[in-house]
């Protein structure tokens, strides 16, 4: 993103759609690497209590995205195909996260695996104890922040009772899902776990530390 310095109004516009892209049920698809099919009359939805980019707004950032190389665009009839081509979108998403990530200033993101729980600064997110949110957190915070853990050591680490090597990695996959929605609404952070191909990791942006 050399040379690239949009004003402050449209890298706040930017930083929505790169969000509204990864936001819950289009997670999945990002994630997964298919595309995310959007209605042209309305493309992206507001995200919780945030207000939306009106359809025209948000086309000219899309397109901008694209010629990033973040995105990839596809039109089909009434319908707006976009594939988020994971490294350069990863790179864009996170270049935007530091710019609007002053709240964290001064913050330190722990967990404490003896209680389950999640803090950041005075805010606490806690994790059922024996639940596969916990044992995914608990696994990827012992490896030094930013390193990928990948499917089959997690499926190393959890007790699955037997289960098949697909339904261990679909399990792993709901509970990294649910486990961020949680953190975003409780937190305020918008992935704290990341996901690639067949590897997971906490996201290295953050200001993170785990209890000795």
Known sequence: ME??????????????????????????????????TLENKVLLPAMGGEGKLDVERQRRILHKLEEWGAISIAYRGTKTDILLNVGSFDEIYLEFQK?????????????????????????DCKIPYKKMEYYLVERLFKEPIGNRVSETTLQESIDFLGESNDKK???????????????????????????????????PSLPTHTPD
């Open 3 to 36: 040379g690239k310095s949009p004003h402050k109004q449209l890298k706040r516009d930017i930083w929505w759609i790169l969000r509204a892209l990864t936001y819950d049920g289009y997670l999945a698809h990002a994630e997964e690497e298919n595309p995310i």
């Open 99 to 123: 710019i609007f990530s002053d709240s964290l200033t001064g913050q330190t993101l722990t967990f404490d695996p003896k209680t389950g729980t999640i803090s950041l600064g005075k805010k």
């Open 169 to 203: 990695d679909r399990r792993i996959y709901d509970a990294h899902s649910r486990l961020n929605k949680k953190i975003r609404s409780r937190l305020g952070i918008e992935r704290l776990v990341r996901f690639e191909g067949t590897h997971y990791w906490i996201d």
